[in-house]
């Protein structure tokens, strides 16, 4: 079997669907391999996430990923959510083929943006170096 049962369940029944009205934060990205997109809404208390949707026009493994990056990354402090990497959900997945690893990591990115955002956004400030777009992610495939 080519996904695992976690991948499978996500993707049928995926987490966190749809947007937050007034969120916190926003964070689109985009694969540059297939054209594939992704949205992220953080909605921030305390410093704590304490909800989190995400819309993805994209693949299979894609929304599996961002669904599970939503339930990692909610209920937890935003410097903690941020240093979520793609293999921590590929993982929490139990694993993904290795031509669709470049999928998961649109969700680290996707969680990213939108920490960037509401950082942006409240005026916190933040290393620019770690949020450049298109150096994200630890395990780029
Ligand atoms: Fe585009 Fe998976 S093929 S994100």
Redesign the pocket.
């Known amino acids: 079997m080519l996904y695992s049962k976690e991948v499978m369940d996500h993707f049928r029944n995926p987490r966190n669907v749809g947007e937050i009205e007034n969120a916190d934060g926003i964070g689109e990205v985009g694969?540059a391999?297939?054209?594939?997109i992704?949205r992220m809404y953080i909605k921030v208390e305390n410093n704590i996430i304490t909800d989190c949707k995400f819309m993805t026009f994209?693949?299979?493994?894609?929304i599996a990923t961002s669904s599970m990056a939503t339930e990692l990354i909610k209920g937890k402090p935003v410097e903690e959510a941020v240093k979520i990497t793609n293999k921590a959900v590929v993982d929490a997945l139990g694993g993904l083929p290795a031509h669709?690893l470049?999928?998961s990591v649109?969700a680290e990115e996707a969680v990213k943006a939108a920490v960037k955002d509401y950082y942006d956004k409240n005026g916190i400030a933040y290393d620019q170096e770690k949020y450049k777009q298109g150096t994200w992610g630890h395990d780029h495939n």
């Open positions: 694969n391999k297939c054209g594939d992704m994209g693949c299979g493994s894609a669709k470049h999928c649109l």
